[in-house]
């Protein structure tokens, strides 16, 4: 139809993102989702797999239960291993996603809008200029 680009050039521009060392990524559940549709893309195009982004790698819902639950880093805990033990906790009672934590922080939520990639984006922005407050980084 003519409105997207190639695949090839939707990584070249994502990994200019991802792979700038200048840049913290956020994202929210991103260890369970997103990184991994990143390493897929980049096999169905021949690319290497390459993790090497995620020492710089927050993922907000992991640090939303690390918020709730109050809990820090085991003294020496990589950062990483941290995060990923949160993201794979699970509690009932316990949520952590945008809809909650939009109703959680005020922040005004459209269902309709979600998963926008621009929405999305702001969304995220909303929530983290407030979680960061709460969650020791």
Same mark, same amino acid.
């Given at each position: 139809d003519g409105l997207g680009v190639s695949p090839q *050039?939707? %990584?070249e521009e994502l990994d200019k993102v991802i792979y700038n060392p200048e840049y913290k990524l956020i994202m929210?559940?991103? %260890?369970?989702?997103?990184?991994?549709?990143?390493s897929i893309h980049r096999r169905l195009l021949n690319k290497e797999v390459d993790?090497?982004?995620?020492?710089r790698f927050l993922d907000?819902?992991? %640090?939303?239960? *690390?918020?709730? %639950?109050?809990v820090v880093p085991q003294t020496n805990e990589d950062w990483l291993v941290f995060q990923y033990r949160l993201a794979n906790f699970r509690q009932k009672g316990l949520f952590s996603s945008i809809a909650y934590l939009c109703k959680h922080y005020d922040i005004p939520y459209d269902a309709k809008a979600a998963h926008d990639a621009a929405y999305d984006v702001q969304i995220l922005?909303?929530?983290?200029?407030?979680l960061i407050w709460n969650v020791e980084i």
């Amino acid at each position: 139809d003519g409105l997207g680009v190639s695949p090839q *050039a939707a %990584l070249e521009e994502l990994d200019k993102v991802i792979y700038n060392p200048e840049y913290k990524l956020i994202m929210h559940n991103g %260890l369970h989702f997103d990184i991994y549709l990143h390493s897929i893309h980049r096999r169905l195009l021949n690319k290497e797999v390459d993790y090497s982004y995620l020492s710089r790698f927050l993922d907000s819902s992991a %640090l939303t239960k *690390a918020m709730f %639950l109050k809990v820090v880093p085991q003294t020496n805990e990589d950062w990483l291993v941290f995060q990923y033990r949160l993201a794979n906790f699970r509690q009932k009672g316990l949520f952590s996603s945008i809809a909650y934590l939009c109703k959680h922080y005020d922040i005004p939520y459209d269902a309709k809008a979600a998963h926008d990639a621009a929405y999305d984006v702001q969304i995220l922005y909303d929530i983290w200029k407030k979680l960061i407050w709460n969650v020791e980084i």
